[in-house]
């Protein structure tokens, strides 16, 4: 264990500027000035914790160790979330984005669904979704499923991974939906196995490209307001690529869409704004086509 220093660690403006630039060019987080206090007080007690005597000392060690660096960035991230955080976006997902993926690819072989959480943080929003699908897709058997979860941080997805929650958290959920899908155990509640199995849960920094196929609806809720509107629009860019034609793509209840790069189409759903790649072929051209193929 590293010893604690007798006086303040030392930590100028010019050191801060350095550590918020280091991190953002990794990560593709920024910290702007509505962040400052946070920012400077978390790196402060970083340092004492660390036993680090100045700022320009770590900025030293993250540039030269991933180690470092990925301590460091566990510790400015803000992981805050619950399960059906938004429960209008569950409602849009069971009443218009799922009908309408089943209706167009209903001849599709084979009939995939690929759903990304990107910045699943501990895992309530992905859960969401996998519970959503289960109670909304009709046929469940004949497609093949898959929800992508992402985030940066590892400690997150270990959490994620394990699906055990406090029953704190789990508060707000309807005893049957309990029930079904979560076993009790000593201080909570576990996500039951069969839903853990419908998640692959990955470590991705979103300020990479990575090559994640084709996804039919991306969730992208309150991760998007940390990055520089640049860094916004180039990830913007990515997902939007991403998604099939007629996908979709949410965001957090006070996010919205603002000198986009892309061509959504937004898309009122009880009241909330989700957005749509637009250039979906309509079932019947894709029902000839797979006829036409069959033919072969
Ligand atoms: C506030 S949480 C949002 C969780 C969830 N989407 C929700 O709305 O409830 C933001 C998440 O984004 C993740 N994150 C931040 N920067 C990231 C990056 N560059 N790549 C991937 N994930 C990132 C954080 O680790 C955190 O888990």
Redesign the pocket.
């Known amino acids: 264990m590293k010893a604690h220093p007798v006086t303040p660690a030392k930590l100028s403006d010019s050191e801060l500027d350095e550590i918020r630039a280091l991190i953002e060019q990794r ?3 920024f910290f702007d000035a509505s962040r400052e206090r946070f920012f400077s007080t978390r790196i402060r007690e970083y340092l004492e914790e660390q036993g680090i005597h100045t700022g320009g000392e770590l900025a030293r060690q993250i540039r030269g160790s991933s180690t470092e660096y990925e301590t460091l960035i566990e510790r400015l ?6 399960f059906f ?1 938004y429960p209008e976006v569950f409602d849009a997902l069971e009443k218009k984005i799922l009908p309408e993926v089943q209706e167009r690819k209903f001849w599709d072989n084979p009939r995939t669904l690929r759903i990304w ?6 895992g ?2 992905p859960y969401s979704v996998a519970i959503t699908l289960c109670e909304a897709l009709k046929f469940a058997e004949a497609w093949d499923i898959e929800i992508l979860a ?4 590892r400690r ?1 997805l270990r959490h994620a991974e394990r699906g055990a929650y406090s029953k704190r958290s789990l508060e707000n959920l309807p005893a049957a939906r309990l029930e079904t899908y979560f076993t009790a155990s000593k201080h909570g509640y576990q996500v039951k196995p069969r839903i853990r199995r419908m998640i692959s849960f990955v470590q ?4 990479e490209s990575v090559y994640v196929g084709k996804i039919d609806c991306i ?5 998007l307001m ?2 520089s509107e640049q860094r916004r629009l180039s990830i913007l860019r990515r997902f939007y690529d991403a998604l099939e034609p007629g996908g979709y793509f949410l965001l ?1 209840h006070s996010e919205t869409l603002s000198h986009s790069p892309v061509q959504f189409e937004p898309v009122v759903i009880g009241g909330y704004r989700v957005y749509r790649k637009p250039g979906a072929k309509p079932a019947e051209t894709r029902r000839a086509a797979a006829l036409a193929e069959g033919a072969q």
């Open positions: 990560s593709a987080i991230l803000t992981q805050e979330t619950s955080r959480s990107a910045g699943c943080s501990t309530e929003e992402t985030d940066i941080s997150a991705m920094n979103l300020a969730f992208c809720m309150n991760v940390y990055f957090g």
